[in-house]
């Protein structure tokens, strides 16, 4: 059960997810990539401080469950509870990774990852 609520009226459904990884801890990065891969097609980046990784799903969930995937695959807690305020404010923007904005203001950098 994940701990972020999302309101009813908000929980459509998304095609891909991504996944803030704050540590370069072999051990967490690989149970994230084993398990991300049966997910759907995953990229991944390495940042300053661990990996980004955006994952393609095989098929559409809804976004409650999305937060669910996000939390088991160790998701930064923060960026979700950030991510949950906004979708419940109505916006429309969320689950973008650092590395994304970046490449949105045309300084890439790192993998691109096809977006």
């Known amino acids: 059960m994940s701990f972020i609520s999302i309101n009813p009226k908000d929980n459509f459904l998304v095609d891909e997810i991504g996944i803030d990884i704050d540590t370069k801890n072999e051990l967490i ?34 976004l409650q469950d999305a937060f669910k995937l996000r939390q088991y695959l160790f998701d930064d807690e923060y960026r979700m509870r ?29 993998l691109n990852v096809g977006f």
Not at 96 to 106: A, D, H, I, N, P
């Open 82 to 110: 950030i991510d949950a305020m906004r979708v419940n404010m109505g916006f429309r923007i969320f689950d973008v990774l650092f590395t994304q904005k970046r490449e949105v203001k045309g300084l890439k950098r790192g």
């Open 29 to 62: 990065n690989l149970f994230v990539q084993i398990n991300a891969k049966t997910l759907g097609k995953l990229h991944f980046y390495e940042t300053k401080k661990g990996y980004h990784y955006r994952i393609k799903l095989k098929q559409k969930v809804s």
